[in-house]
């Protein structure tokens, strides 16, 4: 009997291992296919579109795509496939500039398509100019209430700012490595403060950045003291304004300890430091930076 009872067992383990690697199988799809549909040679704003399928799987499997862009994750988005396990996941090509798109499901992944996006040499009016605007407010620099589809003042100020930051040339020129850098998240201005509504100076760099928290809400160009009569170091909060315009063509001040102050002025000259002691900042951006500060705020001016 027991030998007997011993062969039935053996007799099922043997059948139960023909039995499993066809249940594996069954269940196993391969990876996904992936393929790109869209401009041979994609540039910014371009329309691309991943479409694949997963072998095998039937409908409301799951599929991630991943879009990757100079190693940055830009979009991500987890669907479920249709009929014959087909997917199709649309984007927008608005970063920079190598991209790598992915698609994974059940732990394995599609071969990476990928492309490389060029930046334009020079800026017209239209949608990839919004986009060089964006890109600029996605990294702190301000550059009018509205973001706009033209290379305008607002556009040259952050130019400007942005250049300042970064220590290059002190123009309003736009350069494709600017626009690069941008669409990469890269170049903006880091706080050295961190906590509470503030407001930070640098000197050595003639910047002034609007800080909520670690968050910089917007980055000027900005002129300070000239060495003959240069602006006061230290951390200090605002205690008085100044709407319109006063007897010395100080625009819409801010003050901070004594005279000093930050308020607009015509010129802030980008090279040098040119002012009696007080921080300048461009007219066009004033009342923004007025109505921005609170009275009670801190002010950190440092080289």
Not at 20 to 47: E, F, M, R, V, W
Not at 131 to 136: A, H, I, K, V
Not at 210 to 227: E, I, R, Y
Request: hydrophobic share 35%.
């Amino acid at each position: 009997m027991i030998r007997r009872g011993g062969i039935f067992v053996a007799l099922i383990a043997a059948a139960a291992a023909f039995a499993l690697p066809a249940a594996a199988a069954s269940a196993a799809t391969g990876p996904p296919t992936l393929a790109l549909n869209g401009p041979k040679k994609p540039g910014l704003l371009s329309k691309v579109t991943a479409n694949g399928a997963i072998p095998g799987a039937t409908a409301g499997a799951q599929v991630t795509i991943t879009v990757e862009a100079s190693g940055r994750t830009v979009d991500k988005k987890q669907l479920s496939v249709g009929g014959g396990g087909k997917f199709s996941f649309p984007f927008v090509v608005d970063s920079c500039c190598k991209y790598q798109v992915t698609a994974t499901s059940g732990g394995q992944s599609s071969p990476a398509q990928r492309f490389t996006v060029r930046v334009p040499k020079h800026l017209h009016k239209g949608a990839v100019t919004r986009l060089y605007n964006q890109s600029l407010v996605d990294e702190g620099y301000y550059v009018g209430r509205n973001v706009g589809s033209h290379y305008g003042l607002g556009s040259q100020l952050a130019t400007l700012a942005y250049r300042k930051v970064n220590n290059m040339a002190r123009n309003y020129q736009y350069k494709p490595v600017i626009f690069r850098k941008l669409l990469m998240g890269r170049g903006g201005f880091r706080p050295r403060y961190h906590s509470g509504h503030h407001v930070e100076v640098d000197i050595s760099r003639q910047v002034m950045a609007l800080v909520n928290g670690g968050h910089v809400v917007a980055t000027f160009h900005v002129s300070t003291g000239k060495p003959s009569t240069p602006t006061v170091r230290g951390t200090y909060h605002f205690y008085r304004k100044d709407a319109g315009y006063n007897s010395e063509g100080m625009y819409y001040s801010v003050y901070f300890i004594r005279g000093y102050a930050t308020h607009g002025y015509n010129p802030v000259p980008m090279h040098e430091a040119a002012s009696h002691g007080c921080v300048r900042n461009p007219i066009p951006f004033s009342t923004y930076i007025y109505n921005w500060i609170n009275l009670g705020d801190a002010i950190h001016v440092y080289l």
